[in-house]
């Protein structure tokens, strides 16, 4: 028997200028995008301070806490630049290798990925067409499908991207898995984004994705 899961619903579902609601499965951690981006000064950046604080004096020498700052405020630094381009919400995703787990003893490596939602202005069209426009006039789109959700239509893709030459990152490839979903409103549609070094686990994160996208309304669940 299948037991039923346990759904946690965040504050955040209960705001009343709140335009989309969805679902996250286990294993995805939400960030604070308004806590992480708190104006130097404010009562956030002070609860921000005071959160870090235990890492920053657990640090064992000097050289260590630099380093630490130093990569926060470029995860800082990131998330901001995601936010001016339409970014609302970010998740953090920590599930184990099932398929390298060979002894099957709970020894697979971690796998990680980030999931993005992300609000594009559109021109003014049905949703259908919107939808499918959205991946037909864009670069390196594979895998391509439609769907007719429960919030209206929506196209599924995949991209695969390596990182330009002097970024300073690995060579790497990053497979972005993306949902389409148009507003009713017609002007506007949401971009869910799953992003992963995973590339082997392409199948297992597009289910991943299309379970978020079918949880996805665009009218409050709470309301009658």
């Known amino acids: 028997m299948t037991a039923t899961p346990h759904l946690a619903v965040d504050d955040s579902a209960k705001d009343p200028h709140a335009d989309i609601w969805f ?18 000064g404010s009562p956030a950046a002070e609860e921000l301070r005071v959160a870090f604080a235990p890492f920053l004096e657990a640090a064992p020498d000097d050289v260590t806490r630099q380093r630490f700052v130093a990569q926060v ?69 594979t895998g391509i499908e439609y769907h007719e959700l429960s919030c ?16 300073g990152l690995p060579a790497q490839a990053l497979l972005q898995v993306h949902a389409h979903l148009p507003h009713p409103d017609c002007k506007r549609l949401v971009v869910l984004t799953l992003s992963t070094t995973a590339v082997v686990h392409r199948g297992y994160y597009r289910a991943i994705l299309r379970q978020i996208a079918e949880s996805v309304s665009f009218d409050n669940p709470f309301i009658g």
């Open 152 to 167: 209206g239509p929506a196209t599924l893709s995949e991209t695969v991207r390596m990182p330009s030459a002097g970024s």
């Open 73 to 141: 405020a470029e995860g800082q630094r990131l998330l901001a630049t995601l936010r001016e381009v339409g970014t609302v919400h970010c998740s953090v995703g920590l599930h184990r290798d099932d398929i390298g787990d060979l002894d099957g003893n709970g020894n697979g490596q971690p796998l990680l990925s980030f999931f993005t939602l992300s609000w594009r202005d559109t021109a003014v069209a049905s949703r259908a067409a919107t939808a499918a426009r959205a991946v037909a006039s864009a670069e390196g789109h």
């Open 23 to 40: 679902a996250e499965p286990a294993a995805y951690t939400p960030l604070p995008l308004d806590l992480l981006l708190a104006a130097p």
